[in-house]
């Protein structure tokens, strides 16, 4: 992965206009935050996962790239990551979960990374249920610093990367709308979701047994 041109989100947004980026802020006053920092473009795809995870239920933070040409140059790596909405979000969560795109990686998998290790053992189990291929030790990308923007919230974070061949096992044609339209996707795309969706409530409920019994 090439430098960040930008060293801070709020760097990027200093030198491009709004033309560049949007970012589409949900603060459901939940304690489970969905994070895509590289959406719209950028990573092709993220935007709509996370914005599916998230369903009604989950506090929103998606950074979205509007750039076709070169958008890496949005890129703002995950441990410089930050915005006040968002921040505001994670102070009060107990869990984040991120989307990524991670490229070409020759395979459909999925890199699970993050501080969260219960909730990390969760959802790799549900992905694996459905027959996603996981690796919970990623060779790269593996979220696990506490600077991280994932692990920012009082339990820390689950960090997913997404290999482009499974990117494309998702989506119908596009992967990403300035629109605003979630892309046409399929069953596949739906099974991951909700792979995901199901760990957070059985995780929420873990830890008010905990509290319940300290």
Aim: hydrophobic share 40%.
């Amino acid at each position: 992965m090439p430098a960040d041109k930008y060293t801070s989100l709020a760097a990027l947004k200093e030198h491009l206009g709004i033309n560049a980026w949007h970012s589409r802020v949900a603060d459901r006053r939940s304690n489970i935050t969905i994070i895509s920092p590289h959406g719209g473009y950028i990573e092709a795809g993220t935007s709509s996962i996370a914005h599916k995870i998230a369903g009604r239920n989950y506090n929103l933070f998606d950074f979205q790239g509007l750039h076709r040409e070169n958008p890496q140059d949005l890129h703002v790596t995950a441990t410089n990551f930050r915005d006040r909405q968002l921040t505001a979000m994670l102070d009060n969560s107990v869990a984040a979960i991120s989307i990524h795109g991670m490229g070409n990686q020759r395979k459909a998998e999925i890199w699970l990374g993050g501080l969260n290790k219960h909730l990390k053992g969760l959802v790799l189990e549900a992905l694996r249920k459905r027959n996603f291929a996981v690796n919970p030790e990623s060779p790269l990308y593996r979220g696990e610093s506490p600077r991280n923007v994932v692990n920012l919230a009082s339990n820390f974070g689950v960090q997913l990367e997404i290999s482009d061949e499974l990117m494309a096992e998702l989506f119908i044609r596009r992967r990403f709308t300035k629109s605003g339209r979630c892309p046409k996707t399929n069953p596949c795309f739906d099974a991951l979701v909700a792979a995901v969706r199901e760990t957070i409530e059985p995780y929420r409920a873990s830890l008010l047994a905990q509290e319940r019994s300290a």
